[in-house]
T-cell receptor
Framework: GQQLNQSPQSMFIQEGEDVSMNCTSSSIFNTWLWYKQEPGEGPVLLIALYKAGELTSNGRLTAQFGITRKDSFLNISASIPSDVGIYFCAGLIWNQGGKLIFGQGTELSVKP | DAGITQSPRYKITETGRQVTLMCHQTWSHSYMFWYRQDLGHGLRLIYYSAAADITDKGEVPDGYVVSRSKTENFPLTLESATRSQTSVYFC??????????????FGPGTRLTVL
Protein backbone atom coordinates (compact mmCIF):
# COMPACT_ATOMS: atom_id res chain seq x y z
CA GLY A 1 0.00 0.00 0.00
CA GLN A 2 0.94 3.65 -0.08
CA GLN A 3 3.46 4.86 2.44
CA LEU A 4 4.66 8.26 3.49
CA ASN A 5 8.23 8.70 4.62
CA GLN A 6 8.44 11.59 7.04
CA SER A 7 11.74 13.02 8.19
CA PRO A 8 13.33 13.74 10.47
CA GLN A 9 11.80 11.54 13.16
CA SER A 10 12.79 14.00 15.85
CA MET A 11 14.38 17.40 16.20
CA PHE A 12 15.94 19.20 19.15
CA ILE A 13 16.36 22.88 18.45
CA GLN A 14 16.99 26.16 20.20
CA GLU A 15 14.25 28.74 20.51
CA GLY A 16 14.40 31.14 17.58
CA GLU A 17 15.73 28.62 15.09
CA ASP A 18 13.92 27.70 11.90
CA VAL A 19 12.64 24.14 11.41
CA SER A 20 12.09 22.13 8.27
CA MET A 21 10.49 18.70 7.89
CA ASN A 22 9.26 16.82 4.85
CA CYS A 23 7.29 13.88 3.59
CA THR A 24 7.95 11.85 0.48
CA SER A 25 6.15 9.01 -1.22
CA SER A 26 6.24 6.91 -4.34
CA SER A 27 2.53 7.64 -4.79
CA ILE A 28 0.87 10.75 -6.19
CA PHE A 29 -1.46 12.59 -3.82
CA ASN A 30 -4.31 15.01 -4.52
CA THR A 31 -4.21 16.71 -1.12
CA TRP A 32 -1.53 17.18 1.51
CA LEU A 33 -2.41 18.00 5.10
CA TRP A 34 -0.13 18.95 7.97
CA TYR A 35 -1.19 18.33 11.59
CA LYS A 36 0.26 19.07 15.00
CA GLN A 37 -0.41 16.86 18.00
CA GLU A 38 0.28 17.84 21.59
CA PRO A 39 0.40 15.33 24.46
CA GLY A 40 -3.03 14.00 25.39
CA GLU A 41 -4.77 15.73 22.49
CA GLY A 42 -5.95 14.87 19.02
CA PRO A 43 -4.13 16.07 15.89
CA VAL A 44 -4.96 19.65 14.96
CA LEU A 45 -4.95 20.70 11.32
CA LEU A 46 -2.33 23.33 10.51
CA ILE A 47 -2.27 23.65 6.75
CA ALA A 48 -4.09 22.06 3.79
CA LEU A 49 -2.60 21.97 0.28
CA TYR A 50 -4.58 21.16 -2.85
CA LYS A 51 -2.50 22.02 -5.92
CA ALA A 52 0.93 20.94 -7.08
CA GLY A 53 3.39 23.72 -6.38
CA GLU A 54 1.06 25.45 -3.93
CA LEU A 55 2.80 27.34 -1.14
CA THR A 56 0.62 28.20 1.86
CA SER A 57 1.39 29.99 5.10
CA ASN A 58 -0.28 29.99 8.48
CA GLY A 59 1.52 32.48 10.72
CA ARG A 60 5.08 31.25 11.16
CA LEU A 61 4.28 28.01 9.35
CA THR A 62 4.76 27.53 5.63
CA ALA A 63 4.03 24.36 3.68
CA GLN A 64 4.40 23.42 0.05
CA PHE A 65 2.79 20.82 -2.19
CA GLY A 66 5.60 19.34 -4.28
CA ILE A 67 5.52 19.78 -8.05
CA THR A 68 5.62 16.01 -8.59
CA ARG A 69 2.68 15.64 -6.12
CA LYS A 70 4.75 13.00 -4.30
CA ASP A 71 6.15 15.20 -1.57
CA SER A 72 5.49 18.09 0.76
CA PHE A 73 7.45 20.10 3.29
CA LEU A 74 6.62 22.15 6.36
CA ASN A 75 8.77 25.00 7.65
CA ILE A 76 8.44 26.72 11.01
CA SER A 77 10.24 30.01 11.33
CA ALA A 78 11.58 31.50 14.56
CA SER A 79 10.48 28.57 16.73
CA ILE A 80 9.06 29.17 20.19
CA PRO A 81 8.56 26.76 23.12
CA SER A 82 4.86 26.26 22.33
CA ASP A 83 5.82 24.75 18.97
CA VAL A 84 6.72 21.57 20.85
CA GLY A 85 4.72 18.58 19.70
CA ILE A 86 4.52 15.92 17.03
CA TYR A 87 3.94 17.07 13.46
CA PHE A 88 2.29 14.72 11.01
CA CYS A 89 1.93 14.92 7.28
CA ALA A 90 -0.99 13.19 5.62
CA GLY A 91 -1.81 12.58 1.98
CA LEU A 92 -5.14 11.91 0.37
CA ILE A 93 -5.84 10.16 -2.92
CA TRP A 94 -9.28 10.78 -4.38
CA ASN A 95 -9.91 7.24 -5.55
CA GLN A 96 -9.11 5.81 -2.11
CA GLY A 97 -12.46 6.64 -0.55
CA GLY A 98 -11.27 9.64 1.39
CA LYS A 99 -8.69 7.76 3.41
CA LEU A 100 -5.64 9.65 4.60
CA ILE A 101 -2.17 8.13 4.57
CA PHE A 102 -0.14 9.42 7.52
CA GLY A 103 3.56 9.90 7.94
CA GLN A 104 5.17 8.58 11.11
CA GLY A 105 5.52 12.05 12.62
CA THR A 106 8.31 14.44 13.52
CA GLU A 107 8.73 15.08 17.23
CA LEU A 108 9.87 18.64 17.83
CA SER A 109 11.54 19.77 21.02
CA VAL A 110 12.38 23.45 21.54
CA LYS A 111 14.88 24.54 24.15
CA PRO A 112 14.19 28.00 25.59
CA ASP B 1 -20.85 21.95 21.80
CA ALA B 2 -19.80 22.43 18.22
CA GLY B 3 -17.16 20.21 16.67
CA ILE B 4 -16.26 16.60 17.23
CA THR B 5 -16.41 14.93 20.62
CA GLN B 6 -15.48 11.51 21.93
CA SER B 7 -16.57 9.65 25.02
CA PRO B 8 -15.35 8.38 27.30
CA ARG B 9 -11.97 10.11 27.33
CA TYR B 10 -10.48 7.30 29.44
CA LYS B 11 -11.58 3.69 29.82
CA ILE B 12 -10.16 0.70 31.63
CA THR B 13 -11.68 -2.68 30.88
CA GLU B 14 -10.87 -6.35 31.14
CA THR B 15 -10.03 -8.87 28.49
CA GLY B 16 -13.13 -10.33 26.89
CA ARG B 17 -15.48 -7.48 27.73
CA GLN B 18 -17.39 -5.51 25.14
CA VAL B 19 -16.53 -1.83 24.94
CA THR B 20 -18.11 0.91 22.85
CA LEU B 21 -16.39 4.18 22.11
CA MET B 22 -18.61 7.05 21.05
CA CYS B 23 -17.97 9.75 18.49
CA HIS B 24 -20.27 12.69 17.74
CA GLN B 25 -19.83 15.56 15.28
CA THR B 26 -21.97 18.62 14.79
CA TRP B 27 -20.78 19.68 11.32
CA SER B 28 -22.96 17.22 9.37
CA HIS B 29 -19.82 15.91 7.71
CA SER B 30 -20.54 12.95 5.49
CA TYR B 31 -17.28 11.12 6.19
CA MET B 32 -16.20 9.79 9.57
CA PHE B 33 -13.14 7.78 10.54
CA TRP B 34 -11.73 5.76 13.43
CA TYR B 35 -7.98 5.55 14.01
CA ARG B 36 -5.81 3.99 16.65
CA GLN B 37 -2.49 5.45 17.66
CA ASP B 38 0.28 3.33 19.11
CA LEU B 39 3.93 4.06 19.71
CA GLY B 40 5.91 3.08 16.65
CA HIS B 41 2.87 2.81 14.40
CA GLY B 42 1.55 6.32 14.10
CA LEU B 43 -2.11 6.66 13.17
CA ARG B 44 -3.74 3.60 11.65
CA LEU B 45 -7.20 3.59 10.14
CA ILE B 46 -9.62 1.06 11.65
CA TYR B 47 -12.90 1.80 9.87
CA TYR B 48 -14.46 4.65 7.99
CA SER B 49 -17.86 5.71 6.78
CA ALA B 50 -18.80 7.73 3.72
CA ALA B 51 -22.38 8.35 4.86
CA ALA B 52 -25.05 6.96 7.14
CA ASP B 53 -25.35 3.19 6.73
CA ILE B 54 -22.17 3.03 4.63
CA THR B 55 -19.03 1.72 6.33
CA ASP B 56 -15.81 0.16 5.11
CA LYS B 57 -12.71 -1.43 6.57
CA GLY B 58 -9.47 0.39 7.00
CA GLU B 59 -5.99 -0.92 7.64
CA VAL B 60 -6.61 -2.69 10.98
CA PRO B 61 -10.32 -3.65 11.29
CA ASP B 62 -10.04 -7.05 13.01
CA GLY B 63 -11.74 -7.15 16.41
CA TYR B 64 -13.76 -3.98 15.81
CA VAL B 65 -17.30 -3.28 14.70
CA VAL B 66 -18.81 0.04 13.62
CA SER B 67 -22.23 1.35 12.77
CA ARG B 68 -23.55 4.61 11.37
CA SER B 69 -27.30 4.91 11.77
CA LYS B 70 -27.12 8.72 12.01
CA THR B 71 -24.80 11.07 10.18
CA GLU B 72 -23.54 12.67 13.37
CA ASN B 73 -22.63 9.51 15.29
CA PHE B 74 -20.06 6.82 14.56
CA PRO B 75 -19.62 4.39 17.49
CA LEU B 76 -16.75 1.90 17.56
CA THR B 77 -17.30 -1.38 19.40
CA LEU B 78 -14.70 -3.84 20.59
CA GLU B 79 -16.78 -7.00 20.80
CA SER B 80 -14.32 -8.92 23.00
CA ALA B 81 -11.49 -6.68 24.08
CA THR B 82 -7.91 -7.97 23.97
CA ARG B 83 -4.75 -6.52 25.49
CA SER B 84 -3.46 -5.72 22.01
CA GLN B 85 -6.34 -3.26 21.69
CA THR B 86 -4.90 -1.07 24.43
CA SER B 87 -4.36 2.16 22.54
CA VAL B 88 -5.48 5.72 22.02
CA TYR B 89 -8.45 5.93 19.68
CA PHE B 90 -9.23 8.97 17.58
CA CYS B 91 -12.36 9.76 15.67
CA UNK B 92 -12.26 12.17 12.74
CA UNK B 93 -14.72 13.68 10.29
CA UNK B 94 -14.54 15.35 6.90
CA UNK B 95 -16.85 16.86 4.34
CA UNK B 96 -14.64 15.63 1.47
CA UNK B 97 -16.06 17.51 -1.50
CA UNK B 98 -13.03 16.39 -3.57
CA UNK B 99 -12.11 19.88 -4.65
CA UNK B 100 -10.68 22.13 -1.96
CA UNK B 101 -12.36 20.91 1.17
CA UNK B 102 -10.74 17.61 2.09
CA UNK B 103 -9.61 18.41 5.61
CA UNK B 104 -10.13 15.83 8.35
CA UNK B 105 -10.81 17.11 11.85
CA PHE B 106 -9.98 14.99 14.86
CA GLY B 107 -11.61 14.47 18.20
CA PRO B 108 -9.67 14.62 21.49
CA GLY B 109 -9.19 10.85 21.68
CA THR B 110 -10.12 8.00 24.02
CA ARG B 111 -7.35 6.29 25.94
CA LEU B 112 -8.35 2.63 26.35
CA THR B 113 -6.55 0.19 28.59
CA VAL B 114 -7.41 -3.51 28.43
CA LEU B 115 -6.21 -5.47 31.45
Amino acid sequence: GQQLNQSPQSMFIQEGEDVSMNCTSSSIFNTWLWYKQEPGEGPVLLIALYKAGELTSNGRLTAQFGITRKDSFLNISASIPSDVGIYFCAGLIWNQGGKLIFGQGTELSVKP
Amino acid sequence: DAGITQSPRYKITETGRQVTLMCHQTWSHSYMFWYRQDLGHGLRLIYYSAAADITDKGEVPDGYVVSRSKTENFPLTLESATRSQTSVYFCASSSLDWTNNNEQFFGPGTRLTVL
